[in-house]
């Protein structure tokens, strides 16, 4: 599975992005689709997962209510809605694919390039 991340910037706080993630490979709708970040002099986190059919979804307690992930098994595609962005979300945002994983980033098989996200203040 090769996947190609995109839709980040720059927004001012309050605002929303939503992010994209192309996989290629026939295979995607059997992978859990996970979004995880990383900010400078920060380790990579967890920020949300979708199971392969897209009816669970498990969020981290900082983007919880603010975020919303989905995917589109048609297109081969998962989104991150980010709303009610703030400073503290400007890292870049990688997605990743995983059999079975849900929280921990050394669990996931398959990543993609990242997309920078910046949330001016």
């Known amino acids: 599975v090769q996947l190609q991340a995109s839709g980040g910037g720059l927004v001012q706080a309050g605002g929303f992005l939503r992010l994209s993630c192309a996989a290629s490979g026939r295979t995607f709708s059997s992978y859990r689709m996970g979004w995880f970040r990383q900010a400078p002099g920060k380790e990579r986190e967890f920020v949300a997962v979708?199971?392969?059919?897209?009816?669970?979804?498990y969020y981290a307690d900082s983007v919880k209510g603010r975020f919303t992930i989905s995917r589109d098994n048609a297109k081969n595609t998962v989104y991150l809605l980010m709303n009610s962005l703030i400073p503290e979300d400007t890292a870049v945002y990688y997605c990743?694919?995983?059999?079975?994983?849900?929280?921990?980033?050394?669990?996931?098989?398959?990543w993609g390039q990242g997309t920078e996200v910046t949330v001016s203040s």
């Open positions: 990743a694919a995983s059999r079975s994983a849900t929280y921990y980033a050394n669990a996931y098989d398959y």
């Open positions: 979708v199971t392969w059919s897209g009816g669970s979804s």
